[in-house]
């Protein structure tokens, strides 16, 4: 391309003679346009030949290391780290040359994905660069490996999940609650340094902070990012306060008023999550009474009939090649961790890579045999057919339409994991009838509204952090701050002074921008909607499932295939028929339920 523009100039400096002033001006600036135009196209070609040799490189060595967490592993991690920050931040800086240039639109969007799209950036010193990467490193292995001592026995995070998830006595649930939350205290000094580095990072690549770097990756100015997720949330919110305050109300009767009030805001350790984020769990205790009830349990089922991680895992993969998705690799099954090790420390939070960036394609699960980890398994499938889908664009374009789009396939794909599709697949013999639809709907509600403020809460406190609004000797009392205003939640009772409850989220020490799983609970009912439409689906929206269905498939694959190539309302449009991220799908899938809820409200103060 270079040499081509090269002769190109000398042409043009030999017919100079024969033009006039006017001209030649307006000639000399298109050629000069044209040659940052190629310019840039060069400068992107390396970019992205540089970057797809690092991330295969650094991908292997994060995953040895996700799969077998040692001294020897994390100080690999950290080199790689630092090197591949660094890489990204030199050509991000190199990338502020093209700025004011006029470039087509697909080299323009790579120049703001170079430049928009580093997580933690470093400044462009390399020992800053390795003191970041020990911090993030140690943040994560610190998290990965975090236990606490119940009645002398040593408990994990699953561990002490299934307390939360499963007991119903109040001191247990405390002390599991409490001690989780042990693991983060040492992190808050990392933490506070790291946000320092970090906000110097993106100060240097010309944003304010790391908070407004993060929210400018929506095609859209950052400022108006916030305030659309503001709007999605004012639409929900009011579903969000009706489940609240129904409850709160059931875990009082259940507890008593010494454990759950009646009213003001609920006891975090008792909505059957470690985190109070999904409640499905605790389902058995808010049932609605009678005939609601639909009739069958499906972790009580997968046990029974002896599910392992394998046939879960098998499951998920049947359902995309019933959509007409190609099956999944035999690397896939060679190289996947799907079981936790007995032998050794892993990352257990579940997550999916395509290392070369092509088809190798994996998941890293501790894979327990309940209903949640089915649903999980799906999502993280969902990763992986994405990936696989769009790994025919160029690079920088092989990611998801925004991030929530990458979060959203999966979930989508397990909306259709209905009672009918279960039948289908064996596992119950009868459909519930139409009497079961509200507990149907309430067990879902549990998991996807209950999550919603939680989504919220987590990247509105980082945003604060970033901009210095909530500052290091705050981040406890300023992450139940937001926790009680969004979610309505305290603490089992008083938190210690030096505790650091954020670091005990996954996503806190991972550095996962958190927005993205709000994002998708959005979108994935609009997926879920517009699939039922294409398919003439007339029933209610929770009763309805594409399996099966490859014309689905196939329109859902051409949303998938584009990867980050345009806009994400494209992206949507191509699916979905609309440009627009919309709360009035997830609306309408609870309808019935708001009405009853707002019924069994009737008399209760609700709020907090
Ligand atoms: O982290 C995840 C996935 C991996 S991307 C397992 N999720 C969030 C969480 O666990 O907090 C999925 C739902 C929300
Ligand atoms: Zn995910």
């Known amino acids: 391309m ?4 090269l002769s190109g100039t000398a042409v043009a400096a030999l017919s100079l003679a024969s033009i006039n002033g ?4 307006q000639q000399a600036e298109s050629q ?3 040659a940052t135009v190629e310019d840039a196209r060069a400068f992107l070609s390396d970019a992205e030949a540089e970057l797809a040799e690092m991330s295969e490189y650094a991908g292997r060595v994060f995953w040895v290391q996700n799969t077998n967490i040692t001294y020897d592993t994390n100080w690999l991690a950290s080199r790689v780290g ?9 050509l991000a800086t190199e990338a502020a040359r093209f700025d004011g240039a006029e470039l087509p639109d697909d080299l323009q969007r790579k120049i703001d994905i170079l430049r928009a799209g580093i997580t933690i950036p470093s400044p462009n010193d390399s020992e800053v660069a390795d003191e970041l990467a020990e911090i993030t490193t140690r943040l994560d292995s610190t998290y990965a490996t975090g236990t606490y001592e119940i009645d002398g026995e040593t408990l994990d995070l699953g561990e002490l999940s299934n307390i939360i998830e499963t007991s119903r006595d109040p001191e247990a649930l405390r002390e599991a609650w409490e001690g989780w939350r042990t693991i983060s205290t040492p992190m808050a000094a990392d933490y506070a340094r790291m946000v320092e580095i970090a906000n110097q990072g993106a100060r240097d690549l010309g944003f304010e902070n790391l908070a407004e770097m993060w929210l400018s990756n929506y095609d859209m100015p950052a400022d108006e990012m916030e305030a659309e997720v503001a709007r999605l949330w004012g639409q929900v919110e009011p579903l969000y306060e009706e489940l609240h305050c129904y409850v709160r109300a059931e875990l009082n009767e259940e507890y008593g008023d010494e454990v759950q009030p009646a009213n003001g805001p609920i006891r975090a350790d008792l909505l059957g999550n470690m985190w109070s984020q999904s409640w499905a769990n605790i389902y058995p205790i808010v049932a609605p009474e009678g005939d609601a009830d639909p009739g069958y349990d499906l972790t009580q089922i997968l046990q029974e009939r002896e599910y392992d991680a394998q046939r879960m895992v098998e499951t998920g993969e049947n359902f995309f090649s019933s959509l007409g998705f190609e099956e999944l690799p035999e690397t896939f099954w060679e190289r996947s961790m799907i079981v936790q090790p007995d032998d050794r420390d892993v990352v257990c939070h579940a997550s999916a890579w395509n290392v070369d960036n092509v088809d190798d394609i994996r998941i890293k699960m501790c894979t327990e045999i309940n209903a949640e980890d089915f649903r999980t398994v799906h999502h993280e499938l969902g990763h992986n057919y994405y990936q696989r889908a769009y790994n025919g664009q160029d690079f920088l374009f092989r990611n998801g339409a925004h991030d929530g789009f990458h979060e959203a396939i ?3 794909i397990a909306l259709s994991i209905t009672p009918e599709y279960l039948q289908q697949l064996e596992l119950i013999e009868q459909v519930p009838s139409a009497d079961a639809d509200l507990g149907l709907l309430l067990d879902t509600a549990l998991d996807k509204i209950a999550f919603l403020p939680f989504a919220l809460t987590v990247d509105q406190w980082r945003w604060s952090v970033l901009r210095g609004d909530i500052t290091p000797d705050g981040y406890n009392q300023g992450w139940w701050d937001l926790r009680t205003a969004n979610q309505g939640i305290v603490p089992p009772g008083p938190r210690p002074d030096d505790a650091f409850d954020p ?5 806190i020490p991972g550095n996962t921008p958190y927005l993205r799983y709000f994002l998708s609970y959005i979108l994935q009912f609009q997926f879920h909607e517009a699939a039922c439409e294409m398919i003439g689906w007339e029933g209610p929206l929770h009763r309805c499932s594409v399996y099966g269905n490859e014309e689905v498939g196939e329109r859902f694959n051409a949303m998938m295939e584009m990867g980050q190539s345009q806009p994400w309302p494209e ?7 609309t440009r627009e991220m919309d709360g009035s799908a997830i609306i309408s899938y609870f309808e019935p339920l708001m009405s009853y809820l707002d019924e069994q409200n009737q008399g209760r103060e609700c709020g907090w």
């Open 82 to 90: 630092s090197e591949s920050t660094q890489l990204a931040v030199r």
């Open 410 to 412: 999966g979930d989508f």
């Open 22 to 25: 006017a001209a030649w001006a």
């Open 2 to 5: 270079r040499s081509i523009w």
């Open 571 to 577: 992206a949507l449009e191509a699916f979905a028929g």
């Open 32 to 34: 000069d346009a044209r």
């Open 503 to 507: 670091g005990a989220k996954y996503h």
